[in-house]
């Protein structure tokens, strides 16, 4: 064997095994690219490109055709989406300027094992939303010890029972100010509740169902009888899945539920159970191509994937049973342009009751959606318990 050979399959031994050092550390450690104390992300990034040089210096040399023909095949590829990603990357920049510049609002979050992350406890938090340097809107909020938010209620009127809201930003109240929220209406058109605001932005059916598997709500949910509602809108269930959109939000910071066989599986968060999909999710989001063209992974979202869903809800509203003793638990379909029945029909079978407000307005309409931003307006909030308590009632 010939020293150019020798060197060859020395660097294909160095990259292979560099490469697999990393992927135990991703598969096994903690994801960091350091093992034994040396941080071998860059020598394997480094010994890959002093291969591929090699690759192609040997293939000419040797004249080695199918080496050669390997290649110029991947030079060639690599120069084409380099090409395609400047391309599109001049083009995101044109239409980043000629678009309105939005920005906010800010979060004051901190990472939770069970929830991916939550707000801030025992804080007052401003975000403010802008269009071009103008304020949008611009809300106060407070969170208590347990990272939820403060509600305002009538304090002189005695509330016996209990509200739970989950859901996402929507039930949060992102956009309006405390006392324009659904949990905060709920409390003021029937004063028997006290509502308690379980929801956060980003959030969905995953993080109720971690939450409640915790059996820790018990410890702050002092009233015993109430009701418990999740408000659902249609992205949930790329939430539920854990889609390259979502990650792109959460980093996959999030629960991560799955089935195994006809079993609902549990398994921690999603960038530590999936570390090999969120690493490529991580390197894919950076592609302006994908971004340009509104690419994402999976490519369509199927039946199954609204069965996974509905079994998140609907195992919920089972721990919800077990927990506090009755079946008052309902998920509200969010008035949408979307159609619910699929989704309606999967809860219904399961046994879980479903307030169908999917018609109750347009949620794009002027008058129930903030501009430049989609959330709901307080009136649509407004709008939308009067109904509930109507129905509940």
């Not at 409390?187 to 059916?205: E, H, Q, V």
């Amino acid at each position: 064997m010939n020293t150019l050979k020798i060197i060859f399959l020395l660097l294909l031994l160095s990259v292979l095994g560099s490469s697999g050092l990393l992927l135990l550390d991703l598969l096994r450690g903690d994801g960091n690219g350091i093992v034994a104390g040396i941080n071998f992300a860059p020598v394997a990034k480094y010994l890959t490109y002093a291969f591929l040089a090699y690759c192609f210096w040997y293939a000419f040399k040797q004249k080695i055709g199918w080496l050669q023909n390997v290649v110029m095949s991947g030079l060639m590829i690599f120069l084409t989406v380099l090409l395609l990603e400047w391309i599109c990357g001049i083009v995101l920049k044109k239409q980043a300027d000629l678009a309105p510049k939005i920005e906010g609002p800010t979060h004051s979050m901190t990472w939770d094992n069970v929830l991916g992350y939550k707000p801030n406890p025992d804080t007052v938090h401003t975000g403010t939303r802008t269009k071009d340097g103008k304020v949008i809107y611009s809300i106060t909020y407070a969170t208590d010890h347990n990272s939820l938010r403060v509600t305002p209620i009538d304090t002189t009127k005695p509330r016996m029972k209990y509200a739970q809201f989950f859901g996402c930003s929507m039930t949060f109240g992102e956009g309006v100010q405390s006392n324009e929220t659904l949990p905060y209406y709920f409390a003021k058109f029937d004063s028997t509740y006290r509502p308690y605001n379980l929801a956060y932005s980003g959030y969905g059916p995953h993080q109720m169902l971690a939450r409640l598997e915790t059996n820790q709500l018990k410890n702050i949910v002092k009233e015993k009888a109430g009701v418990g509602f999740y408000i659902y809108i249609n992205d949930h269930v790329n939430r539920v899945l854990g889609t390259m959109t979502n990650f792109s939000y959460n980093g996959g910071n999030a629960p991560y539920f799955h089935k195994v066989g006809s079993e609902l599986k549990h398994d921690g968060l999603f960038k530590d159970s999936r570390k090999i999909r969120s690493l490529i999710f991580e390197k894919l989001l950076k592609s302006n191509i994908l971004k340009l063209f509104k690419i994402g992974y999976p490519f369509k979202i199927t039946d199954e994937d609204y069965e996974l869903t509905a079994e998140v809800m609907a195992q919920s509203a089972k721990l919800f049973k077990e927990q506090f003793g009755n079946d008052n638990f309902y998920v509200i379909i969010y008035p949408t342009s979307v159609d619910s029945f699929l989704i309606i029909n999967l809860l219904k079978q399961k046994g879980v009751k479903v307030l169908d407000y999917s018609k109750l307005f347009n949620p794009l309409d002027a008058k129930y959606a903030i501009p430049f931003d989609e959330h709901p307006t307080a009136l649509a909030n407004e709008v939308l318990i009067k109904q509930l308590v109507k129905d509940i009632n």
